[in-house]
């Protein structure tokens, strides 16, 4: 089945970059996604990726894909307080292009 | 645009008891799913419906839960006899077809506590 990993916890101070990985099983998917959960609330989409890219940038946001290692990043540059959350990635499961699999999820703590 | 409303919020029973979670998605969405979400780990889908057929509840525990979106629209989830391992969020969300990279919008989440 697919397995979706992800580091737990991640401490950053505000102003630095933060650098979210994930490692993901299902080498045909077509969008790889990342999720943003606040304390309390439900998921958010924060950006995704389409599988024939390497990179997307988006503002703050910069997602790296590498097939070949079936690995994604999140990189979120100047980490600011209001960034602290829980980072899930999701993929989609094989043959079922609206079913997603998620990571365990990396909890983004940001420091003064 | 209303999102994906839930209710109750929160809900504490004893095991053995039932349950059930209410979920609204967003107007026009056909798509909707609920999952469960146990601490510190990610979301795991337990049933989808489109509009108001199943199209996939391979990991919904069928002995204790049931799921039902008659119109189409809102949707029920059920739990019964609850055990203590049901206690997690209970997560509903909506996707539209028009979104060619199937976005999911989540509510808010329902916290069952089982004692």
């Known amino acids: 089945g697919e397995d979706v990993e992800q580091s737990l916890f991640l401490s950053v101070r505000e102003g630095d970059s933060s650098v979210i990985n994930c490692t993901y099983t299902?080498?045909?998917?077509?969008?790889l996604y990342w999720y943003k959960q606040e304390p309390g609330a439900g998921l958010q989409l924060l950006t995704y990726?389409?599988?024939?890219?390497d990179m997307k940038q988006d503002q703050r946001l910069t997602v790296l894909l590498n097939k070949k290692d079936k690995h994604l990043s999140l990189r979120i540059a100047d980490t600011q307080t209001g960034d602290s959350a829980i980072y899930f990635c999701a993929e989609p499961n094989t043959g079922t292009a609206s079913k997603l699999t998620f990571g365990t999820g990396t909890r983004l703590q940001v420091t003064l | 645009e209303a999102g994906v409303a839930q209710s109750p919020r929160y809900k504490i029973i004893e095991k053995r008891q039932s349950v059930a979670f209410w979920c609204n998605p967003i107007s026009g969405h056909a798509t909707l799913y609920w999952y469960q979400q146990i601490l510190g780990q990610g979301p795991k889908l337990l049933i989808q419906?489109?509009?108001?057929?199943?199209?996939?509840d391979s990991q919904l525990p069928k002995d204790r839960f049931s799921a039902e979106r008659l119109k189409g629209v809102d949707s029920t989830l059920k739990i019964q006899p609850a055990k203590l391992e049901d206690s997690a969020v209970y997560l509903c969300a909506s996707s539209s077809r028009a979104s060619s990279y199937n976005e999911q919008f989540f509510g808010p989440g329902t916290r069952l506590t089982v004692l």
């Open positions: 299902d080498s045909s998917s077509t969008y």
């Open positions: 990726i389409f599988s024939n890219m």
């Open positions: 419906f489109q509009n108001n057929g199943v199209v996939d």
